[in-house]
């Protein structure tokens, strides 16, 4: 039987990242305590009871999903910003990008009864465009409850983002992200994976953090599950990282549609809230410039 590997928060970046590499997936042991969860689960409370059941097979019939957890969730923002975590999603993603931005938030609640969710690759969801070479996603999944083989812990299927994009996983290629509550399981857009199915009688939560690079299309449009008017309440920094911030010298500026004096013209959204400067206000020397037209990567 194919297994996660566990590692705990001490574990040096290069050792987890190692294990990454190999297996396109690992398990950092106890990252938080319940009591930080149990916290979350109150604050989106709300918008878990009046959640919707998933649509067809692959949203799952008894799964529910609850998005928007910047805007709705204090205790998701300090997730999103974990220290530990964020220096091993800069470290995966930085061959493919000059910096990378949150790409997707969701609280995913397989029931009593669901099924086994097909094993999928996440990078599917651009449509297939992007070279393999590239590393488009650092998915981040925070228990918030036990995951168990019993109530639909994570299926993985460790290696298999080296895998031909046809071949099939057989029965012991897949393991199980069992975890207790507070420990995260950390994957790449590139590996199959899906949801467990749960024979229990309780309740798997997952709070799904993922990352990206800063130039690629955010799953989970983040203008909109957190616009401007909640955003204001967030850090430059966490602000930053939803994309509220240029990804380049030229990429992502907005112009304020009813300016007049030029002062809000081609600027970084960061001045929709302050005048913080963001690291690509500075003008670039013309090598730096154009340096994304020279680069040969592919
Ligand atoms: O709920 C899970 O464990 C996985 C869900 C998933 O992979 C997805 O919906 O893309
Ligand atoms: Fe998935």
């Known amino acids: 039987m194919a297994e996660v590997k566990h590692i705990s928060i001490d574990t040096p970046n290069e050792e987890a990242l190692g294990i990454i590499d190999n297996d396109a997936a690992v398990i950092i042991d106890d990252v938080v305590p319940e009591s930080e969860i149990d916290k979350i689960l109150d604050e989106l409370d709300p918008f878990i009871k009046g959640n919707l059941k998933g649509a067809d097979e692959f949203t799952g019939f008894q799964t529910s999903r609850v998005g928007a957890l910047i805007a709705r969730s204090q205790g998701c923002r300090d997730l999103a910003l974990h220290t530990k975590i964020n220096s091993l999603a800069a470290k995966f993603l930085e061959p493919h990008c000059d910096n990378y931005q949150l790409h997707f938030t969701s609280l995913i ?170 690291k690509f206000t500075v003008l670039a020397s013309p090598a730096n410039l154009v340096k994304g037209s020279t680069r040969e990567k592919t």
């Not at 990078?123 to 639909?152: C, H, M, P």
């Not at 600027?267 to 005048?275: H, L, N, Q, Y």
């Open 109 to 278: 609640t397989i029931g009593p009864g669901e099924t086994k969710q097909i094993l999928h690759r996440d990078r599917g969801l651009w449509g297939g465009y992007i070279s393999r070479k590239i590393e488009t996603q650092f998915a981040v999944v925070w228990a918030a409850s036990d995951f168990t083989y019993e109530n639909g812990a994570t299926q993985l299927v460790p290696g298999s983002h080296k895998w031909h994009a046809k071949r099939e996983a057989k029965q012991n290629e897949i393991a199980y992200a069992e975890m207790k509550k507070g420990s995260v399981l950390i994957y790449t857009g590139s590996v199959l994976h899906g949801g467990g199915d749960n024979t229990s009688k309780d309740l798997r939560s997952g709070i799904f953090i993922h990352y990206a690079p800063g130039w690629i299309r955010q799953q989970e449009n983040q203008y909109l599950s957190c616009p401007p008017e909640i955003a204001k309440e967030l850090s430059p920094e966490l602000r930053s990282l939803i994309g509220y911030s240029k990804g380049g010298y030229v990429m992502g500026f907005y112009s304020d549609p009813n300016n007049l004096d030029g002062k809000l013209e081609s600027v970084t959204p960061e001045k929709i809230f302050s005048d913080k400067k963001d």
